[in-house]
Every structure is written in C-alpha cells, then in structure tokens.
C-alpha cells in the first residue's frame, strides 16, 4: 500500500469534497430542478478553470506533455462535447410554466456517467500517482515515466469529465431554448 503524506490527503480530500459536490449536483439535476442560465454556465466554467490549472501542472510533472498530451487533452474535451450534446439535449426534460420560467431534469444515465468518470479518475489517482493530486513540482525532479503515463491517463479521463459537463449545459440550454420557442408558437415541449 502506498503511504500517503499529508498534501496527499489533503489533496484526496478535496478532491473527495469536489466528487460529493458533483454527485449532489446531479443528483438533484436527476430530480429536477429550476432553469437558470448562469448556474449552467458557472459549473462548465469552474470546471474547465480546474481543468487548465490540471493541465498546466500536468506540465510540471510531464515535461514532454507539451504539445502532444495537451493537445490530445484538448481534443477529448471538444470531441466529447460534440458528440455528448446531442445526448444530453435528449435526455433532458424541460416543464415550463406561463410565466417564462420552469425547471429541467436529465436522465439518470447521463449523471452516473458524469460523476462515475470523476469518480474513476480519482481512483486511479489514489491508486497508482496520488502526488499527482498535489499541486506544484515534487521535490527529486521529475516522477518516473510510468507515473507520467498514469498521470497521462488521469489527465485523459478528466479530459472526457469536463467535456461531458460542457455537453451537459449546452444539451440543456439547447433543450430549454426549443422548448421556449416551441412554447411561443403553440406547442409544448
């Protein structure tokens, strides 16, 4: 087993604190909750905000990441939001009331697989590099090449997380915008 220090723990529980933050998220997403454009626009940007300074320190630990692993990076998260909107726009469940506001909930499936990809990506993380969770050069010099490939890995599964959030509020903003205009001119979505 490995022995963690503790940044590593501290590192593991914040991350632990962001994985129950998303599951309760989605969780209540599952349910239902009420439309509002700024928090489907804060959670992709927080995300992808975390996402940058992962990959900027990526960079630190990997220093042949650049430009290969992060433009392979970059490319899982357009390519997943590509492919995962048009999923999300159909999982998506919109009830609109008279007065213009209403609540959306997506599919079940859709939330799982979100939270299950954070969820696998901190595992690996624990399991095999958890320095990596850990902000800033490890002391020694650079981690051995098999830890920068599970480093690789991890930054390749976070990649796939963010570009789902990103499809996530986009297939929803997209769903509530036809169900808005399919509200004005008659008919109900």
Same mark, same amino acid.
Request: no cysteine; aromatic share 4%; hydrophobic share 55%.
């Given at each position: 087993m490995t022995d963690y220090n503790s940044a590593e723990f501290t590192a593991i529980f914040i991350q632990l604190l962001i994985v129950l933050i998303v599951a309760r998220r989605s969780y209540f997403m599952a349910q239902g909750v009420p439309y509002s454009g700024a928090r489907l626009a804060v959670l992709p940007a927080l995300i992808l905000v975390l996402w940058t300074v992962v990959e900027l320190e990526?960079?630190?630990l990997t220093p042949w990441a650049l430009p290969y692993l992060i433009a392979l990076d970059v490319s899982i998260?357009? =390519?997943t939001a590509l492919v995962f909107t048009p999923v999300a726009?159909?999982?998506t469940q919109v009830t609109r009331d008279p007065s213009g506001g209403g609540s959306y909930r997506i599919g079940f499936a859709l939330a799982a697989l979100f939270v299950g990809a954070f969820i696998v990506r901190l595992a690996v993380a624990v399991a095999l590099f958890p320095s990596s969770l850990e902000f800033g050069t490890p002391p020694g010099g650079y981690?051995?090449?098999?830890?920068?490939?599970?480093?690789? =890995?991890?930054?390749?599964?976070?990649?796939?997380s963010a570009g789902l959030v990103l499809a996530r509020?986009?297939?929803i903003r997209r769903k509530w915008k036809s169900a808005q205009l399919g509200a004005r001119s008659g008919g109900i979505q």
């Open positions: 990526s960079t630190l998260v357009v =390519v726009e159909r999982m981690p051995p090449v098999q830890q920068q490939l599970v480093l690789a =890995v991890i930054d390749a599964i976070f990649s796939l509020s986009i297939g």
